[in-house]
């Protein structure tokens, strides 16, 4: 299994330098469509704590609890992640219960999203910059006028 074994956003960027440009033009990109949401570094949970393992770097924050936990987790709005062959891009963000990524995932580019929020790429030039500032950018807006539900994973049905 992959894993990026870093300690910080400085140590997470420089942990794969063929990837590091990518990883930086990403981050350039939401911080410029988002600057409200503060960078921060994801550790991701310790061992036999609930919660998601993998480092990334974070946007914005929130709390989530799982069934096995009442403590609250901190996670990213935005989280970018180096995966073993790719990038991800996580958003936590759903509007009347549908992913927001799924509201742009036809104009983003190059990219894959998935059911539960999460986008993979390869390279920055795979992604439609226009429509990925668009969705940033309107996440922010929705954000300031509580008109997006943050929550992280699946959605039960029903």
């Known amino acids: 299994m992959f894993k990026v074994t870093a300690s910080s956003i400085d140590g997470y960027f420089a942990f794969d330098p063929a990837r590091e440009a990518e990883l930086r033009a990403i981050d350039r990109m939401i911080r410029h469509a988002a600057p409200t949401l503060k960078r921060w570094f994801v550790a991701g949970t310790p061992p036999g704590e609930p919660g998601m393992k993998m480092a990334m770097i974070g946007y914005g924050r929130f709390a989530y609890t799982v069934r096995s936990s009442p403590q609250p987790i901190d ?19 759903r509007r009347e219960g549908t992913p927001l990524l799924a509201s742009y995932a036809d104009r983003l580019g190059k990219v894959s999203i998935s059911k539960i929020g999460a986008m993979t790429f390869v390279r920055t030039a795979d992604i439609d910059r226009d429509a990925f500032t668009d969705m940033l950018r309107a996440l922010v807006v929705d954000l300031d006028q509580n008109r997006i539900d943050l929550r992280y994973g699946r959605v039960k049905d029903g």
Do not use: E, M, T
Not at 84 to 93: G, T
């Open 75 to 93: 996670w990213p709005i935005v989280g970018l992640a180096l995966q073993k062959n790719y990038l991800s891009l996580y958003l936590s963000a």
